[in-house]
């Protein structure tokens, strides 16, 4: 090599040297063009392109922070939730609960003699006698007879015949077992119905032929209660025979009377009355007002009841008593139809509905209980996956059906869209109403729920797309570059599955995106018909379901704004994003 071409050499890398940099990049002076941005953008790949139009666009750029913001809630929220979809907050309350009844008593009360029957045949006599005013009846039993006492207090016997008259009303005289003393006394008192011979009543009873019968001690009707004040003399007070001693004291005008070798004292003050045992401690009360507690295995003190038949005397509608623990309770008293039903103020734990937000709970408790910020969160997990789903299976059937149906072309292609006519003939939301009953008939679970709702929207809306598809197929197989694929010998399914649909992806983005909005919206409207998503899952539309009642859209805000809001800014976010991307795969926007 000459010296003059080695000089040459030198001098063009010490020129490079002063034009690189350390990196072997060009460098640049003032006023020099370099590979900045604008360069750039011309090397830049389709993809690139679309993704630098598309964050021009400051709504798209909204809309893509809104939806972040919304998976980031529904996503991640539930893991930082103290608290479980289902989770049922309850607390204590004071609330009136019903305690006992009462009611002023009109209808004759039975109590039968031991070992005598007096069933409802023998009653239904009884009753038709009272009504019309005859002292003897009969049944199926035998013969019976009764008289009042005292009023509200009638004894029942049944008659035991003696011996009858003859139709002129004469005793047989020539019977050794009737004395003539019998007969004197019976002809004495045969108007008045009855009398007594050898210390035995002997009742007369009949018209022509008459009766001449000794009583037996069947039942006593009447009108008042008796109420033990120990719970373990009770059945010895609703015994016949301390009744029956009790109305004849009432009877008699008596103090006093005996009732099984015990003595007992009687104070009488209008309807009501109290019996006292031999050592002058309360043992029983009487009164024509019952008092019964609504559980059969509670036991109410004669205190008690004696205070709920003063507060009903005195026509109050509250009192006060103070239990066996030593607690004054306020009981209220109301009236429904003469029936008296008395309310105990009782702490119960219940469930806390409605409750309004706290800092416990930021957007407060639903109405069943629940957290509601919890269930928003949830909610936003079906509500977005549903709409996914659904038009990934939209796409996938549109695509499939909208490519064969462009490509082919011809027959096919008219066959094809006429069965795309007649589903879309098919109304949307009758069809998802009958699905949703046949679901509920069969009592489908909430879960298995949600993926057959998610199958029946896919289905039923898989038609715009396949015809946007067919549409921009039938514009592109037509091109150069189909011609070069049947040149070659390409398989069918290749061309369109490969070739065709790559280049309508842009525009399927788009309508994917945009459509999302509204599948959520669906989804929403299917819930607060009550045909979405079942409880305990949850979702936005079944969320917000409860505004359905105009009480609870006046006065609880909280139960349907939050989740109508969410669906409002979700439902803007992706529609944001579709026209972002619209813009953007538009070749005739500016660079």
Do not use: C
């Not at 360069?39 to 598309?54: C, I, N, Q, T, Y």
């Not at 009611?103 to 004759?108: Q, S, V």
């Not at 009377?257 to 029983?284: N, P």
């Not at 969320?543 to 989740?563: K, R």
């Amino acid at each position: 090599m000459s010296d003059k071409y080695k000089q040459t050499l030198d001098k063009v890398e010490e020129i490079l040297d002063a034009q690189l940099g350390s990196d072997g990049l060009p460098m640049t002076t003032p006023g020099e063009m370099a590979l900045d941005d604008q360069r750039r953008v011309k090397v830049l790949s389709p993809g690139m392109l679309v993704f630098k139009r598309f964050i021009r666009n400051k709504l798209a750029v909204v809309g893509l922070i809104i939806l972040a913001i919304m998976f980031t809630f529904s996503f991640l929220g539930p893991v930082f939730s103290p608290y479980t979809q289902t989770q049922v907050f309850k607390g204590m309350k004071t609330m009136s609960r019903e305690f006992a009844g009462a009611i002023y008593n009109t209808e004759d009360r039975y109590t039968v003699a031991d070992g005598e029957t007096f069933g409802s045949a023998d009653r239904a006599a009884y009753l038709f006698a009272k009504g019309q005013g005859k002292a003897d009846f009969s049944s199926a039993n035998g013969e019976f007879y009764y008289v009042e006492l005292v009023p509200g207090f009638n004894r029942i016997t049944k008659l035991e015949v003696v011996v009858k008259t003859d139709p002129l009303g004469q005793l047989p005289k020539n019977d050794p077992a009737i004395s003539e003393e019998f007969i004197k006394a019976y002809e004495a008192n045969k108007k008045a119905g009855s009398f007594i011979f050898d210390d035995v009543l002997y009742i007369i009873t009949g018209m022509k032929v008459k009766s001449i019968s000794t009583e037996k001690e069947i039942a006593l009707a009447s009108t008042f209660v008796f109420d033990a004040y120990k719970q373990a003399d009770d059945k010895f007070v609703q015994s016949h025979a301390f009744k029956l001693a009790v109305a004849n004291a009432i009877a008699d005008e008596k103090d006093t009377f005996q009732v099984e070798d015990r003595e007992f004292t009687i104070e009488i003050d209008g309807k009501s009355g109290t019996v006292f045992d031999d050592s002058g401690a309360g043992f029983a009360q009487i009164s024509d007002i019952i008092v019964n507690p609504l559980d059969a295995n509670a036991f109410l003190s004669v205190e008690f009841k004696d205070t709920v038949r003063e507060t009903m005397i005195a026509k109050g509608d509250e009192f006060y008593f103070t239990d066996k623990d030593g607690q004054e309770v306020h009981y209220k008293i109301v009236v429904v139809n003469q029936n008296y039903t008395i309310m105990r103020d009782k702490d119960t734990e219940v469930i806390r509905t409605f409750e309004p937000p706290s800092k416990n709970h930021w957007l407060g408790l639903d109405n069943n209980g629940m957290d509601l910020l919890t269930r928003l969160m949830y909610g936003g997990r079906i509500s977005l996956m549903v709409g996914f789903v659904v038009i990934i299976i939209e796409m996938l059937i549109g695509v499939v059906f909208g490519g064969i149906s462009g490509y082919f072309g011809g027959v096919v292609d008219t066959l094809m869209m006429r069965f795309v006519d007649l589903f879309n003939s098919i109304p949307f939301y009758p069809i998802v109403i009958i699905f949703g009953s046949v679901m509920d008939k069969l009592q489908v679970g909430s879960k298995e729920r949600i993926f057959l709702l998610m199958a029946i929207l896919g289905v039923l809306g898989w038609t715009p797309i396949a015809r946007v598809v067919r549409g921009q197929i039938l514009s592109l197989r037509e091109q150069d570059f189909m011609v070069a694929t049947e040149a070659t010998g390409i398989r069918t399914t290749r061309r369109i599955f490969r070739h065709l649909v790559p280049n309508v992806m842009p525009l399927l983005i788009v309508s994917a995106t945009a459509g999302l909005g509204g599948i959520i919206i669906s989804e929403a409207t299917l819930g607060f018909l009550g045909l979405g998503i079942k409880y305990p899952e949850a979702s936005w539309g079944s969320i917000i379901n409860t505004a359905s009642d105009a009480h609870v859209m006046q006065s609880y805000w909280w139960m349907w704004l939050p989740a109508g809001t969410l669906i409002m800014l979700t439902v803007l976010g992706f529609n944001f994003i579709g026209d972002g991307l619209r813009d953007a795969y538009d070749p005739k926007m500016k660079r």
